[in-house]
């Protein structure tokens, strides 16, 4: 066996991967190899050094320290997380139709727009203010709310307003 | 009580269900951070940071993989950025000046000297660790620092075995390559035999 592959066999035998019989020839190499020899007592200094680097745990308090910032976290986000996904959904859900229920008042209504007298007016080139003059300039009073009582009952005219 | 329950009730907002999770992995989720950035204090706010993401995120949890790896797959990405920000000032730091002895043990030591020793290799270990690319230092962390099997790496970092073997296997000749000079300052020159 070739030193290359050798150390390919001692990698996977640090982590247990190898079968009996590729075990055997790698210790056969190594009893031969002194250069693969060392490369494998590097590899298992290496490998012991980065284990025993764990001495300690966490500071002291984790718990408290951490409950702390849960309940923090839970003021702030109105406990969101501490309800059950259940309920959570069924408030985003309720959420959603609330949003979509309000979107629709505020949108214009897409259907045909009815046209005031005035728009028809302005949409036959004529002025619109004729009208209006007339009215204020109408001196008998009962003349005046006639025509004020005419000009409220006008009839709209349901058109497909022009859109720029 | 089973981890299962205690990830239910969890869910359900319950702190002392979380708080049994939280003592179960709470050292793990250390080491992990502390084998990679050598810093109690700085390992500790990682810790304390996975496990409230973890309580925040628990909603989106589906118990697809197991606890322990979904927790560890947040405390990967954490470390991850914990590295990232940290990388300039690790980076520079040139093995071969450190002045530390090797990795191999001269003489007979006394048992102060022996210790003193072992912390010195560690600690050379550990820079040489924190100049591997961010990939290489992760898996050697799960693996090493962790004890996780291959399946379990690849679970949490969402490779197949295959790449976590390879991966790991150049992430180990790598550390050895970088202590290589210090290896060799102990008259072991280990260049390996043409076959």
Redesign the interface.
């Given at each position: 066996?070739?030193?290359?592959e050798?150390?390919?066999r001692l990698?996977?035998s640090?982590?247990e991967?190898l079968n009996p019989e590729e075990r055997e020839v790698l210790e056969r190499h190594l009893s031969d190899?002194p250069?693969?020899r060392?490369?494998d007592?590097?590899?298992k200094?290496?490998?012991r050094?980065?284990?025993?680097?764990?001495a300690?745990?966490?500071?002291p308090r984790?718990?408290e320290?951490?409950?702390v910032?849960?309940e923090d976290?839970g003021q702030a986000?109105g406990?969101a997380?501490?309800?059950?996904?259940l309920v959570?959904g069924f408030s985003f859900g309720l959420a959603a139709v609330v949003l979509a229920a309000g979107i629709a008042l505020f949108l214009p209504a897409l259907g045909p727009q009815e046209l005031s007298q005035s728009e028809i007016l302005l949409l036959h080139d004529e002025n619109p203010l004729v009208e209006t003059q007339r009215l204020i300039e109408e001196k008998k009073l009962d003349n005046k709310n006639f025509m004020l009582i005419f000009a409220s009952s006008e009839e709209t005219v349901p058109v497909r307003r022009y859109r720029p | 009580m089973q981890e299962k329950e205690l990830v239910r009730l969890s869910r359900e907002g319950n702190k002392e269900a979380f708080s049994a999770l939280v003592e179960m992995y709470k050292t793990k989720i250390f080491n992990l951070a502390f084998g990679m950035t050598r810093d109690r204090e700085v390992s500790d706010d990682v810790a304390q940071d996975v496990f409230l993401k973890a309580w925040m995120a628990l909603g989106s949890f589906r118990g697809e993989s197991g606890f322990g790896t979904w927790l560890y797959r947040i405390a990967v990405n954490r470390v991850k950025d914990e590295l990232r920000k940290r990388k300039h000032s690790w980076r520079e730091v040139p093995l071969e000046k450190t002045g530390e002895r090797g990795i191999e043990a001269s003489t007979d030591p006394s048992p102060e000297e022996k210790e003193h020793i072992e912390e010195e290799r560690r600690s050379l270990v550990h820079k040489a660790l924190a100049a591997l690319p961010r990939k290489h230092q992760v898996i050697l962390g799960l693996r090493e620092i962790e004890g996780l099997s291959y399946e379990e790496i690849s679970s949490v970092l969402k490779l197949s075995p295959g790449t976590v073997e390879s991966r790991l296997h150049r992430a180990r000749k790598k550390l050895r390559e970088k202590l290589a000079p210090l290896l060799s300052e102990e008259g072991g020159g280990h260049e390996m035999q043409r076959g």
């Open positions: 066996m070739k030193c290359k050798a150390e390919k990698l996977r640090l982590d991967r190899c250069a693969c060392r490369m007592g590097e590899y200094a290496l490998r050094l980065l284990q025993r680097s764990d300690f745990g966490p500071l984790f718990w320290r951490l409950s910032r849960l976290r986000w406990q997380f501490g309800i059950p996904s959570k | -």
